[in-house]
């Protein structure tokens, strides 16, 4: 999902074909622009990076940088998580409980991004405090994926994918993983994070904890 990090999905299959010479220098390119942009954020701050300096780092033009990503926020932010989850959620055992499957996808994804990215994933916690522009188009693209969830919900209970249900429990979930997110960023990363999320969905199952007397 979109509040993992970036370079590429922790869910993808282990042994995956692989892709033509092709792809594979789309692949590199598309990695290059992601390193260059993440280090020149770490040395300057996100505002002062500009789509030149990322090019210049990453020794492509302007105009490559801009037909891999649209905006600059688009570096950061990316949907390329959304597919393996689904098919990761799909895989699930039928008879599983949906929460419990959502849970084990995202503690999987969450795991296997602080092992392999930790200073990436946590750079894009950070970023989502620090730079208001990112955090509008996260929230932007996290409405597709809202989407593209309840569907999966749907297919897994028989509901209708657009019914006013389905959509805000879609929502609910992404919406607290974002939450957990910035909480985890908030607090300089102290918590561990896949805990954190199973805090956020705890709230969205069972709702407020009792008040401490």
């Known amino acids: 999902m979109n509040v993992m990090t ?3 999905s922790p869910l993808a299959p282990d042994a995956p074909s692989r892709p033509g010479l092709r792809e594979r220098k789309k692949i590199k390119t598309r990695q290059a622009i992601r390193s260059a942009a993440y280090a020149l954020i770490e040395e300057q701050g996100y505002d002062s990076t500009t789509i030149e300096q990322i090019a210049d780092r990453a020794e492509v033009s302007p105009s490559t940088v801009f037909r891999y990503f649209p905006t600059k926020e688009d570096i950061v932010i990316t949907d390329e998580y959304d597919e393996p989850l689904l098919a990761e959620l ?12 959502f849970r084990y996808v995202v503690r999987k994804a969450v795991r296997l991004a602080m092992a392999e990215e930790p200073e990436v994933t946590r750079l894009r916690a950070r970023l989502l405090l620090e730079a208001p522009a990112l955090r509008a188009r996260m929230l932007e693209a996290l409405t597709g994926t809202g989407r593209m969830l309840a569907d999966a919900i749907a297919a897994r209970t028989g509901l209708d994918a657009d019914a006013l249900e389905v959509r805000v429990h879609a929502m609910s979930l992404i919406g607290g993983l974002l939450e957990a997110t910035m ?8 918590d561990d994070y896949a805990d954190l ?7 969205i199952e069972h709702g407020l904890p009792a008040a401490k007397s």
């Not at 999320?197 to 709230?203: E, G, I, S, T, Y």
């Open 183 to 190: 909480y985890w960023a908030e607090h300089c990363h102290r």
């Open 90 to 101: 799909a895989a699930r055992p039928a008879d599983e409980p949906w929460t419990d499957s």
């Open 6 to 8: 970036a370079a590429r």
């Open 197 to 203: 999320a199973d805090r956020a969905f705890d709230v």
